[in-house]
T-cell receptor
Framework: QKEVEQNSGPLSVPEGAIASLNCTYS??????FFWYRQYSGKSPELIMF????GDKEDGRFTAQLNKASQYVSLLIRDSQPSDSATYLC?????????FGAGTTVTVRA | EAGVVQSPRYKIIEKKQPVAFWCNPI?????LYWYRQNLGQGPELLIR????????DSQLPKDRFSAERLKGVDSTLKIQPAELGDSAVYLC?????????FGPGTRLTVT
């Protein structure tokens, strides 16, 4: 079983819609949770992090964490073509960051 | 504030040749990471440094990979000899707390 699993893509959404990305993790002792965006041919860029249960909003992005269910999600509201990228979920345990394989999002105009 | 700097950006070598990658972290970041990312996968940790000390190198293939971080700033990752399966993007990241910031990476192609 992989440590971090993301919903398989690709995910295609119309411009202006909400993109919903899901991630589950296996280590119940995980402490910190991150979402990275990676454009094709580029390196991962940190867009959100969350440490406590609940929601955290930053602009059009909302991260949601449920430690009891070992689940973290990312919502992208009012999706734009510039949001088309691969989104990586990363989970930290004992200072080690484990990544999922990523979900590729395509926003169609 | 300058980001993580890596060089070279691209490298093509023949198998069995040596190769080295260099990383300069964000100023003030004591923790430095080397990751390898294969196509279609997330980055995988190779080694983590706290200042000069390698505190987690459990995923580093030590028979052919080596790394150093002299004076707790710049770091070099070396592969000798390279194998076809080493073709990947090698990413350096640094952090001052929990958030990690990545450099642009080095795309290695072994032929």
């Amino acid at each position: 079983q992989k440590e971090v699993e993301q919903n398989s893509g690709p995910l295609s959404v119309p411009e202006g819609a909400i993109a919903s990305l899901n991630c589950t993790y296996s280590d119940r002792g995980s402490q910190s949770f991150f979402w990275y965006r990676q454009y094709s041919g580029k390196s991962p860029e940190l867009i959100m992090f969350i440490y406590s249960n609940g929601d955290k909003e930053d602009g059009r992005f909302t991260a949601q964490l449920n430690k009891a269910s070992q689940y973290v999600s990312l919502l992208i509201r009012d999706s734009q073509p510039s949001d088309s990228a691969t989104y990586l979920c990363a989970v930290m345990s004992d200072y080690k960051l484990s990544f999922g394989a990523g979900t590729t999002v395509t926003v169609r105009a | 504030e300058a980001g993580v700097v890596q060089s070279p950006r691209y490298k093509i070598i023949e198998k069995k040749q040596p190769v080295a990658f260099w990383c300069n972290p964000i100023s003030g970041h004591n923790t430095l990471y080397w990751y390898r990312q294969n196509l279609g996968q997330g980055p995988e940790l190779l080694i983590r440094y706290e200042n000069e000390e390698a505190v987690d190198d459990s995923q580093l293939p030590k028979d052919r990979f080596s790394a150093e971080r002299l004076k707790g700033v710049d770091s070099t990752l070396k592969i000798q000899p390279a194998e076809l399966g080493d073709s990947a993007v090698y990413l350096c990241a640094s952090s001052g707390s929990y958030e990690q910031y990545f450099g642009p990476g080095t795309r290695l192609t072994v032929t």
